[in-house]
């Protein structure tokens, strides 16, 4: 596991991912951060399909800007 940060996240709009009861967002989360060149792990909150956590070296800033860029919007 990559982790020197833990941030937690839920997405603005759980609608715009194509979900069903038995998916999660998390490998459309840990592509974008690829995508975006970083490198992280992601967890998804049991009980809330929108809301995840990333473990990663880099700053929560540069994750929401990776995540921006790749346009998820997350909660403020």
Do not use: C, W
Not at 41 to 54: G, I, K, L, W, Y
Request: aromatic share 6%; net charge negative; no cysteine.
């Amino acid at each position: 596991m990559i982790e020197n940060h833990k941030y937690t996240f839920a997405v603005d709009d759980i609608g715009a991912f194509d979900l069903d009861e038995d998916r999660s967002i998390v490998p459309s989360i840990k592509m974008a951060l690829k995508v975006e060149g970083i490198e992280a792990d992601v967890d998804s909150e049991e009980h809330n399909q929108a809301v995840f956590t990333v473990y990663t070296r880099s700053t929560r800033d540069a994750v929401e800007m990776a995540l921006k860029n790749q346009d998820i919007t997350v909660e403020a």
